[in-house]
């Protein structure tokens, strides 16, 4: 089957840089994706790593390598508004189901 | 551009009450539907996936069902509600089985008392 575990919440200061983990476990991978949720929302799609490096879109960059079945979300310059959950997702063995982690709510205080 | 329904936006059913909660997706063919369960402060549970017609696949065992008598709609049931299946409903689809995106209806917030 499939899982992932990433950290259940982090908190960081308006302006700062804040890492989320994200480590996977799937019998087979078709990239690592990255959702933002915001409270009563629909989760959003950031961003996707289908091979090893960093994926820079804006202030958010995803990384990935595949040999440690791990990846991270990178959010710079942070802002009020990036205060929401964020989710990494994997796809299932020959693609079809898309699974998610538990979800890392971040907060950003002034 | 490709737009996601889901409705309604709420629902409080009564236990032992059935369930019918629609998603339709426009402007695309053939997409690959999606029902994810959400509870309060949880992550994403995936319930059902379909690549096609007819093809649903269940992920949970629980009294939910789900069909897709077209090709762009995706409907979830229930014969009872139990108190355990109030949360947030989502929807998604994507264009394959392999692709990087999924893109979200707005949900249905369910409420079984």
């Known amino acids: 089957g499939q899982s992932l575990e990433q950290p259940s919440e982090v908190t960081a200061v308006e302006g700062a840089i804040v890492q989320i983990n994200c480590t996977y476990q799937?019998?087979?991978?078709?990239?690592l994706s990255w959702y933002q949720q915001h409270d009563g929302g629909a989760p959003t799609f950031l961003s996707y790593?289908?091979?090893?490096g960093l994926e820079e879109t804006g202030r958010f960059s995803s990384f990935l390598s595949r040999s440690d079945s791990y990846g991270y979300l990178l959010l710079q310059e942070l802002q009020m508004k990036d205060s929401a959950s964020y989710f990494c997702?994997?796809?299932?063995?020959?693609?079809?189901?898309?699974?998610f982690g538990q979800g890392t709510e971040l907060s950003v205080k002034p | 551009s490709q737009t996601i329904h889901q409705w309604p936006a709420t629902l409080v059913q009564p236990v032992g009450s059935p369930l019918s909660l629609e998603c339709t997706v426009e402007?695309?063919?053939?997409?690959?539907l999606y029902w994810y369960r959400q509870a309060a402060g949880r992550g994403l549970q995936l319930l059902f996936y379909?690549?096609?017609?007819?093809?649903i696949s269940s992920e949970v065992p629980q009294n939910l069902s789900a069909s897709r008598p077209q090709d762009r709609q995706f409907i979830l049931s229930s014969k009872k509600l139990l108190l355990s299946d109030s949360g947030f409903y989502l929807c998604?689809?994507?264009?394959?089985?392999?692709?990087?995106?999924?893109?979200f209806g707005q949900g249905t917030r369910l409420t079984v008392v």
């Open positions: 402007g695309t063919s053939n997409p690959n």
């Open positions: 790593n289908a091979l090893d």
């Open positions: 997702a994997v796809r299932g063995n020959q693609g079809g189901k898309l699974i």
């Open positions: 379909s690549v096609g017609i007819g093809q």
């Open positions: 998604a689809w994507s264009v394959t089985s392999t692709s990087s995106e999924a893109f």
């Open positions: 799937t019998s087979g991978f078709y990239g």
